[in-house]
């Protein structure tokens, strides 16, 4: 059964850093798209950044240029290293399949919160 699993997100101040982790157990990890993604209360999930299988990214124009998405397929992982933090980018961050890949089996997510 696929399963993800969020990591990494905590309180920092505007203009830290963090680095959130996802840990996937689904088979051939190496040959599929991956994303992540953020959501509010009373605010639907958005897309924040995607990877291809072949490496290839896309993102969000409210994180470009901050956010960066990157995998290691030798260990079913994939990470977002999130700098120049804004307090508007506190959410709860999740991974999963891209939206056009029909994304299942949401995890827990991992809670970011920007402030002073």
């Known amino acids: 059964q696929v399963q993800f699993v969020e990591s990494g997100g905590g309180l920092v101040q505007p203009g830290g850093s963090l680095r959130l982790s996802c840990a996937a157990s689904?088979?051939?990890?190496?040959?599929?798209?991956m994303a992540w993604y953020r959501q509010n209360p009373g605010n639907q999930r958005e897309l924040v950044a995607v990877?291809?299988?072949?490496?290839?990214?896309n993102y969000a124009d409210y994180v470009k240029g901050r956010f960066t998405i990157s995998r290691d397929n030798a260990k079913n992982t994939m990470y977002l290293q999130m700098n120049s933090l804004k307090p508007e980018d506190t959410a709860v961050y999740y991974c999963n399949r891209p939206p056009y890949a029909g994304p299942q089996n949401w995890g827990q997510g991992t809670q970011v919160t920007v402030s002073s």
């Open positions: 990877i291809t299988s072949g490496g290839s990214t």
């Open positions: 689904i088979n051939n990890f190496r040959g599929y798209a």
